[in-house]
């Protein structure tokens, strides 16, 4: 295999990222513990939120968010045709069933005019999924507020992504991050529920362990628990980490706008400008081209791309009870869609250098 030269994606590290982990070796504590605390503390300041909980991962959080706002068995939660499967995952690990409906064309989130054909009696809540880094449409909040669903946040791929200033994850009713390795903000793995709302903190802390007392009575469970902790370790690297988001997003717009400038729009369709999108990762729909032959002869090249999510009713564990046929949008984003290299250490050099081998190919 050819020498990847440009990764598709990869976090900034933090100079203290090293002395942090010595810290907590040195302590001999790798359990869930006091970086934990640190880190739910530094994400929800950096949120403006009251509330953070760390979790083992981002699907974690998104499945102890739903059970937190009482959904489960019978209820019906409507989510985004194009998403990872996780998100779908999490609304089936809470026992209600998803409701798949198309996306808008532009930002790739759940299109609004798809919501109402969508709400039936035993519909829920609604979780917008932030896709690539870029905020979902207004219209999904005011749509839930007014049919009275709750809105879970999938903020996945969107750390520090922003509608009309207010950050994402903290416009619903809760939001749900992943640190993943892959992520805007990586350590590993790991996750984050975000709320304002104590009921939700409090039940989310309760079920992410044994589902028991503190103290004495830890093992003396009254309910289910998930075992869904974050490490000391993950948190410590995390701690480490918020203090370089800000300069991962200015990387990561400096190289999206390096993008736009050179890619021509008669061979690809290029992401839409909107103000808060943070750009974790660059795509483009291709106006001529498959994107699998694409990929493999860039890969050819060194350079990293990634494809798109495959549509959740193409999975077979979805394909079930879902009463709409019209995913236009979706079937056309999936047939064209490409994510080029979009790593913060990426030069401008080194973006002209993707781009001509990306023409070159076409």
Request: charged fraction near 25%; glycine fraction near 8%.
């Amino acid at each position: 295999m050819k020498e990847i030269k440009f990764r598709a994606n990869e976090p900034l590290l933090a100079d203290s990222l090293l002395d942090n982990l010595s810290r907590v070796f040195e302590e001999r504590y790798l359990s869930p513990g006091p970086w934990v605390t640190r880190f739910e503390e530094k994400w929800a300041n950096v949120c403006s939120a009251s509330y953070a909980v760390g979790t083992s991962s981002g699907t974690a959080a998104l499945h102890l968010a739903l059970l937190a706002c009482d959904i489960g068995p019978g209820d019906e939660v409507i989510v985004p045709a194009m998403t990872c499967p996780d998100t779908l995952n999490a609304v089936l690990f809470a026992g209600a069933q998803p409701v798949i409906v198309d996306i808008e064309n532009q930002r790739f989130g759940i299109d609004p005019k798809s919501i109402d054909e969508a709400v039936t009696l035993a519909t829920k809540a609604i979780i917008p999924v932030h896709m690539y880094g870029c905020p979902t449409d207004p219209e999904v909040y005011d749509i839930a507020e007014r049919r009275g669903l709750k809105v879970v946040e999938d903020c996945a791929e969107a750390h520090g992504a922003d509608i009309n200033g207010k950050l994402v994850g903290t416009i619903g009713d809760v939001g749900c991050f992943s640190f993943r390795g892959d992520k805007l903000i990586g350590i590993g793995t790991g996750g984050m529920v975000v709320t304002d709302d104590e009921h939700i903190r409090d039940r989310a802390n309760y079920l992410i362990g044994l589902a028991s007392p503190s103290g004495f009575d830890r093992y003396a469970s009254t309910e289910i628990g998930y075992s869904y902790e974050m490490s000391n370790v993950h948190a410590a690297i995390g701690v480490s980490q918020v203090d370089v988001m800000d300069e991962t997003i200015r990387a990561k717009r400096g190289v999206a706008a390096c993008y736009d400038a050179l890619l021509p729009d008669t061979v690809v369709r290029k992401p839409i400008q909107f103000a808060g999108h943070v750009y974790w990762r660059y795509v483009i729909l291709l106006n001529r081209g498959q994107p699998r032959d694409v990929h493999e002869k860039l890969l050819e090249l060194g350079i990293e791309t990634l494809p798109p999510f495959v549509p959740m009713y193409r999975l077979p564990m979805y394909n079930c009870n879902r009463p709409y046929t019209d995913f236009t949008v979706s079937e056309d984003v999936y047939e064209r869609l490409l994510c080029l290299p979009a790593s913060p250490y990426l030069r401008q050099s080194e973006v002209e250098y993707i781009v001509d081998s990306l023409l070159s190919v076409l």
